[in-house]
């Protein structure tokens, strides 16, 4: 035997443990960095939602992203709402009480409601959007878009998550909301490479055309398709979801139906994350703590909404 050979057989093994080791340290290190926060319109369990102390605090509590829900108002500009309305989150019934529209919404009967749409940002920054929350946030206003981007910007390393709230009701209104968007990212170079490490950027909707569109126009940005409906977790569905969509956010009750799509999503080259998880709600589990491992540590989803940035869990996956 020569004395390479012998070199060789007895460094081979001690050498394939370290690779072994160094990908199992990665691997470990990856799957733990890929569990994502973030926070449903804002640290929303302690701060009235969408407003600048939510978004502040979800930062403080050291979330991955920080979530915005986007409405239009009657002069174009994007704000962070999450109704299409103005009523349960202000007091834009005091303010304005002439101001309504008796219109159905979202398939239910016809009621008195205060469009976003319906009043210019001016008229939207004098509202309230603090007391309905506790009287002592009295007189905390609503953001706009780039309000928004400002806020996180100022804070690198942390994310923002917006949403295309309701596409279809501003097209039928003769606006494009999601061309707002696309014009807004690009004005603040939020898509450039330098921006996103900073700023990571993840772009949400319910709205197939509209993840669609941003596919095109913003390739570099991920994006994600939000659904409640279980047809969406199945495998064709999936392969025809993931030629435009970096990740799918299904309700959390379709991921306890159908646990296995997680796997199906990963394999179709799908990110998978899922809403809401807050501590006000009553579950089956000790608390919301044990509801969000359980998401991702067991069911081995990548990220998830909540309400409650402070109680996320981190830690690597258990094998
Ligand atoms: O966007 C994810 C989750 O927030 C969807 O629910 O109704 O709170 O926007 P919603
Ligand atoms: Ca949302």
Redesign the pocket.
Known sequence: MSAVHVLTRSLFPAALSLVLLAWTALHAQQAARAKEAIA??GASAYRPEHTEAAYRLAMDQKVDFV?Q?LGVTKDGQLICI?DDTLERTTNVATVFPDRSTTIALASRTPAKHWLVNDFTLAEIKRLDAGSWFKPEFAGARLLTFQDAIDLVRARPGFGMYP?LKSPQLYKSRGIDQVKLFVDAVKKNGLERTDSLKKTPVII?SFDEEAIHRVSVDLPAIPRVF?TSNDDDVAEPRLRALAKFATGI?PEKVVIARHPEMVARAHAAGLTVTS??FRSDEKTEYADVAAEMSHFLYDLGIDAL?TNNPDLFPRRAIRR
Do not use: I, K
Request: charged letters at 35%; a negative charge.
């Open positions: 449903h319109r979530e829900d999450h949403e949400q939000l956010a809403w809401t909404f």
